[in-house]
Each structure stands twice: as structure tokens, then as C-alpha cells.
């Protein structure tokens, strides 16, 4: 083993000791303010309907809260929305990374990149891009982690940051946060749509999840 391969090795080997040994001895998990539910279903000109999610999905998911929408504006373009709150990433029910299961349904990436947004604060904040295929159809993707007044697109960054406040704060709660719009006109008016309604949804999650 490399010695820089073998550093990176022990310091995960540590890591994972030190909330294996924290999740033992403490934890109680961390609930949202109010039910994600409360999310208005009118957000700035776009109007929501509730969508139905399969038991099983859920119990996949392992979510505490969650909230499975179509918002559409005046023109009925749709948006689809998901946002999966954990209250607590103790026991393995981790957040599921959408770029992990986008292909499982069909969906192929074609591009990937990153997009910097205006966070609650009005600080830009950087969100994750996906444009994603199936057949002639497709789609555009942003999605973001958002947990303790925290914006972060990064799957690592999140890990450390677990890791943290697991230790910091004796608390795992976390919540992804995703949009979905097809791309029925060109790309770029397809992204700004979506990061509009990204940066008001944003927003709503700020006062919803715990800080």
C-alpha cells in the first residue's frame, strides 16, 4: 500500500472509530422544525400538487420527513421536487446520492457540472447539475445537501461534515434537496427555470430544518 494511499486509509479507519464510538454512547436524532408538508404549495409563482410515494421507496430511503411534489408555473411547465430529511445517519439510513440512482430509473447523465445559487442569506452557494437522458427526453437536475443553516453540493464535503457534527454538535440530521424540469426549450432558459425555483426553495427548507 502507497504511503499516501495508506495515510488516507487510517485517517478513514479513525474517522469511522470516532463515530462508531460516538453514535454508542450518544444521539438522539433531530427532527424538522415543523413537517416538511408545511411547505407552501404556492412558492412564487409556481403551484404544487402533492405526488404519492411507494412504501417501499421510503423505507428505502430511509427518511424521517419528505415531501414528493410537481410544482408548475403559467405556462404548465413541471417541476418536480423531492426533499428527503434524515433525522438521524446513526444506524446506516444515509442519504441517498441522486446520481447513484437516476440510472436505476432509466435516466442517463450526459453532463455534469456545478451551479452557484443564492443561498437564504442571499450568498451564492454551490448546487449540483445534472443534464440527464432517457431516449429523445431530457431533463435537468439540480440538487444540493442542507443541514445546520449549511449549503453544500459536494457527496465528500457532506461526509466530512457528518463526521463534524456528529462530534460538534452530537447530531446527524441532514436533508438532500432536488429539482427536476424537462428541458423543452433551450438548455440555458431550461436552467435558469430551475434555479429560480432551486434558490426560492431554498429557502423554505432554511426555516424548515433544524440549524
Not at 464535503?157 to 426549450?185: C, H, M, Q, W
Amino acid at each position: 500500500m502507497k504511503p499516501g494511499v495508506k495515510y488516507w486509509f487510517m485517517l478513514a479507519l479513525i474517522i469511522g472509530a470516532a463515530i462508531a464510538l460516538h453514535a454508542l454512547s450518544h444521539g438522539e436524532p433531530k427532527l424538522p422544525e415543523h413537517p416538511l408538508s408545511l411547505i407552501p404549495m404556492q412558492i412564487e409563482g409556481w403551484h404544487g400538487s402533492d405526488e404519492r410515494m411507494d412504501e417501499g421507496a421510503i423505507e428505502m430511503l430511509g427518511v424521517s420527513d419528505w415531501i414528493l411534489r410537481t410544482y408548475r408555473d403559467d405556462a404548465n411547465i413541471p417541476i418536480g421536487v423531492y426533499v428527503g430529511f434524515h433525522a438521524s445517519q446513526r444506524t446506516g439510513a444515509s442519504i441517498h446520492s441522486p446520481k447513484n440512482c437516476l440510472p436505476g430509473s432509466g435516466w442517463q447523465p450526459v453532463q455534469n457540472s456545478t451551479v452557484q445559487l443564492h443561498g437564504p442569506d442571499g450568498k451564492l452557494v454551490p448546487a449540483n447539475l445534472y443534464v440527464i437522458q432517457k431516449g429523445n427526453s431530457k431533463q435537468l437536475v439540480i440538487y444540493w445537501y442542507q443541514s445546520h443553516g449549511r449549503v453544500i453540493a459536494s457527496e465528500y464535503s457532506g461526509k466530512f461534515y457528518l463526521v463534524v457534527d456528529a462530534i460538534r454538535l452530537n447530531r446527524t440530521d441532514a436533508a438532500i434537496a432536488r429539482v427536476v424540469t424537462p428541458i423543452t426549450e433551450n438548455e440555458q432558459e431550461s436552467q435558469q427555470r430551475a434555479e429560480r425555483f432551486a434558490e426560492a426553495l431554498m429557502s423554505q427548507l432554511n426555516s424548515a430544518i433544524p440549524r
